[in-house]
């Protein structure tokens, strides 16, 4: 069973795609793939070796755009696949600073000054 690019999208109340999500590899996530048949070992390999690994150390996050999650059930042995967009977004920060951040400048024609939106 598949779905069609053109009947998810339009399934979707907001829809986030760009090119640009498109020019780095996903984030690749395994799930259940720990058993020690030798069939999930080879694919659990064979999707490591799909994508380049990534250095926790080095990636930019601004960089990763796309999580791809595989995972596995043992009992019916289907493998379930769901592509996810990521956005990264400022936490634990004022409403009108996280708009600053995101280069969404907001209306301050009621404000005084800019410390007012902060």
Avoid: W
Avoid at 7 to 31: A, G
Avoid at 44 to 54: K, L, V, W
Avoid at 56 to 82: G, M, P, W
């Amino acid at each position: 069973q598949y779905s069609l690019i053109k009947d998810v999208v339009s399934s979707l109340k907001r829809h986030r795609m760009h090119e640009q999500q498109f020019t780095h590899h996903p984030l690749l996530v395994l799930s259940n793939f720990g058993l020690q048949q030798i069939q999930v070992k080879l694919m659990a390999t064979m999707f490591q070796n799909m994508f380049p690994s990534i250095n926790v150390h080095r990636v930019n996050l601004n960089n990763i755009k796309r999580c791809l999650l595989v995972s596995y059930d043992a009992e019916t042995q289907l493998l379930d696949f769901r592509h996810y967009s990521v956005k990264v977004v400022p936490v634990g920060v004022s409403k009108g600073l996280k708009k600053l951040l995101q280069e969404k400048f907001p209306n301050m024609s009621r404000l005084e000054d800019i410390s007012e939106l902060l």
